[in-house]
């Protein structure tokens, strides 16, 4: 494994077939959840995809039997009461989102069980998407009480359409990847034990092409995504306001004591 993987500990690699790389997002006992190492790492890591020689496909999934599962609430604690940490961890959710789109080399999600936060982020945002059929697809943004920024407006509409993006966003109601796959929201949805291979086989065909072409095609093609970013920046800041305020403090509360959120009925804007 080169030297430039090994300052990572949320995230795990090995080399599934030539030229492949396997990333596995790993915290143990949380689901996979991204704190903040893992959430740091993955906006830093597609930036060594693109410059590692060696690389020309990677698959991205998640170690056992989930993807991610969101944000880790000692962080999202920090994001709230801290602005240095806020300011922080704006900078990488934004570094997260276009890393990924301006990584040259194709990147391929395997999606099992819970995925939710920055790990759905990588998940949704990779080339090609692949789902278990029960995988559970979650953006919980305005359930937490934040605006849905850390990827879903660059995303969400152009892959299921504004109407769709706006009833799972808006409600914060989970999707099976056979769901997903059907609104067009992952590239397919294949049973559970499938999964790995499937990717894999993906990923080798796409490491075996014409490593320029698929390259180039990849990156004209995110220029939808590109085109987007406005929206982005924008959803980005309002969710990072939202950690300041009063809904994002019910929310979590909420979220701690396994309760239904009490959250103000009107709002100042």
């Not at 740091?40 to 170690?63: F, H, K, M, Q, Y």
């Not at 278990?132 to 605006?147: E, N, S």
């Not at 992952?186 to 049973?191: G, P, Q, R």
Request: one cysteine or more.
């Amino acid at each position: 494994m080169s030297d430039r993987y090994a300052r990572y500990q949320r995230l795990q690699f090995d080399w599934p077939a030539e030229r492949v790389l396997r990333i596995r997002m790993n915290n143990p006992g949380k689901l996979n959840a991204a704190d903040q190492i893992m959430h740091g790492e993955l906006a830093a890591i597609w930036r060594d995809v693109d410059e590692d020689p060696n690389v020309s496909a990677a698959l991205l999934t998640g170690a056992g039997d989930a993807f991610s599962a969101g944000g880790d609430m000692a962080m999202i604690d920090t994001i709230m009461n801290d602005f240095q940490a806020r300011a922080r961890n704006w900078k990488e959710a934004k570094d997260i989102v276009y890393n990924i789109i301006n990584c040259s080399k194709p990147v391929v999600s395997a999606i099992r069980g819970p995925a939710v936060g920055a790990g759905l982020v990588c998940g949704l945002l990779a080339d090609i998407s692949i789902a278990a059929k029960k995988a559970r697809i979650i953006d919980g943004h305005t359930k937490l009480g934040v605006a849905a920024g850390d990827h879903a407006a660059i995303v969400w509409p152009l892959l299921c359409g504004l109407a769709k993006a706006k009833y799972y966003l808006l409600l914060c109601d989970a999707l099976s990847g056979e769901e997903a796959e059907r609104i067009g929201l992952v590239s397919l949805a294949v049973e559970d034990a499938e999964l790995d291979a499937k990717a894999l086989e993906i990923a080798t065909r796409l490491a075996d092409g014409p490593p320029s072409a698929i390259r180039w095609t990849k990156y004209t093609l995110n220029n939808w995504l590109r085109q987007m970013g406005p929206s982005f920046d924008a959803s980005l800041a309002l969710e990072f306001l939202g950690f300041t305020g009063p809904e994002a403090r019910e929310g979590v509360a909420a979220f701690k004591g396994k309760r239904k959120p009490d959250f103000p009925k009107d709002s100042p804007v």
